[in-house]
């Protein structure tokens, strides 16, 4: 399990390090963005989402305690979130906005998710797992939207 921490923490390094760089590779933050950090963003976002099933897999499984998903799914939470406020902060092209904002949608929507199944792994309350399907299929809507909007666009 304390890999599966490690992975984490250095995938946050590594997320927050790429939506931060500027898309031709410089160190300098971008405030306008030609559709390449909204993809970057959006790439992450979706790993975290496949990420999220292999916790919730595990758990359901016994593989890992529910501390461990909770641990887990609040890093989710914390990566998602870092990304999502350095999307929310880019100016992008108008090529690229309809994508942008449902990478947004789909962000913030996510989140809702990951907070309410870390909630749920730490009380057992099954509200929050109610509540955390309603969040994951808003996000699934704006997912289909995105990717839609993603094959028509790149």
């Not at 016994?62 to 998903?69: L, P």
């Not at 913030?108 to 309410?116: A, E």
Request: charged share 20%; with cysteine.
């Amino acid at each position: 399990m304390k890999k599966y921490v490690m992975c984490m923490a250095a995938l946050a390094v590594l997320c927050a390090a790429g939506i931060a760089l500027a898309a031709n590779g410089s160190d300098e933050p971008v405030a306008k963005g030609d559709g390449n950090l909204t993809l970057s963003a959006w790439n992450s976002f979706v790993e975290n989402l496949n990420y999220s099933s292999v916790v919730l897999n595990q758990s359901i499984h016994g593989n890992i305690s529910r501390r461990d998903a909770m641990v887990l799914m609040t890093t989710l939470l914390t990566l998602n979130s870092q990304t999502l406020a350095e999307l929310e902060a880019l100016e992008t092209d108008e090529k690229y906005a309809d994508f942008q904002n449902y990478t947004i949608g789909a962000m913030r929507t996510f989140n809702g998710y990951l907070f309410n199944m870390a909630k749920f792994f730490e009380t057992d309350e099954v509200i929050y797992v109610i509540r955390a399907r309603e969040w994951f299929n808003a996000s699934q809507e704006y997912y289909t939207k995105g990717k839609e909007e993603a094959e028509f666009i790149f």
